[in-house]
């Protein structure tokens, strides 16, 4: 068997590659290479002065929204009241075609 110390030199490993697995799959690990794995404690050490990991910030992404008058004045009604609720626009079922095409350019100004 060759030591971890050795075997980490060649290929430029270190302890803090292995901190997602447990002390057991690190030996499984050492085992199936025949290599001589450190003490528990070493191990875990090292997992304990490594800083803890904070979760990624989810960003999400502004989609600009950009309505075309002359796009939406060719739209039927009904297509024009599903693009009112699908972002989100407040309108009544009695509105004419025109005061939807103006509810949806008026999300071009809010942008």
Not at 11 to 28: A, P, Q, S
Not at 63 to 71: L, M, Q, T, Y
Not at 101 to 107: D, M, P, Q, S, Y
Request: hydrophobic share 35%; glycine share 0%.
């Amino acid at each position: 068997m060759v030591s971890w110390k050795e075997f980490a030199q060649r290929r430029k490993l270190n302890l803090e590659m292995f901190t997602k697995m447990t002390y057991k799959d690190y030996c499984d690990w050492c085992s199936i290479r025949s290599v001589e794995p450190v003490s528990q404690d070493s191990f875990e050490g090292v997992k304990s002065i490594l800083p803890p990991k904070l979760p990624e910030l989810v960003v999400e992404e502004t989609v600009s929204i950009s309505f075309d008058a002359k796009e939406l004045r060719k739209m039927r009604k009904t297509a024009l009241t599903k693009l009112c609720q699908k972002h989100d626009v407040e309108y009544e079922e009695s509105l004419t075609k025109n005061q939807l095409v103006r509810l949806l350019l008026a999300l071009n100004n809010n942008v």
